[in-house]
């Protein structure tokens, strides 16, 4: 299995936009689908976005469809999620997660493999 470190997270007015990072270590990162979930307070954990593993599919939840983008570098071993016009509803714990898997459409945590640490982000309105 894979380990992942996100990060980039942190503290955005409404309106601005953050990258998330998220790097694996292990030599198998190009075998996995690659995705991003959240986490808001009181809530559970829901499907954010997620690439395949040659990067040619990806699938975002309606919530943030024209606003995210998922990315992934596979020399890099990193997966990016670009997060523009951030409201207020944006504010969770992101985590970063790996599946070998087949999925749902939207994929389910159950469904993840690893996962990330978590990075806070934090929508000011």
């Known amino acids: 299995q894979v380990q992942l470190v996100g990060s980039g997270g942190g503290l955005v007015q409404a309106g601005g936009s953050l990258r998330l990072s998220c790097a694996a270590s292990?030599?198998?990162?190009?075998?996995?689908?690659m995705g991003w979930f959240r986490q808001a307070p009181g809530k559970e954990r829901e499907f954010v976005a997620l690439?395949?593993?040659?990067?040619?599919?990806?699938y975002y939840a309606d919530s943030v469809k024209g606003r995210f983008t998922i990315s992934r570098d596979n020399a890099k071993s990193t997966v990016y999620l670009q997060m523009n016009s951030l409201a207020s509803e944006d504010t969770a714990v992101y985590y970063c997660?790996?599946?070998?898997?087949?999925?749902?459409?939207?994929?389910?945590?159950?469904?993840?493999?690893?996962w990330g640490q978590g990075t806070q982000v934090t929508v000011s309105a």
């Open positions: 292990g030599h198998t990162f190009g075998r996995y689908a």
């Open positions: 690439v395949n593993w040659t990067g040619n599919y990806k």
């Open positions: 997660a790996a599946t070998e898997r087949p999925y749902s459409n939207p994929p389910l945590p159950k469904e993840v493999d690893c």
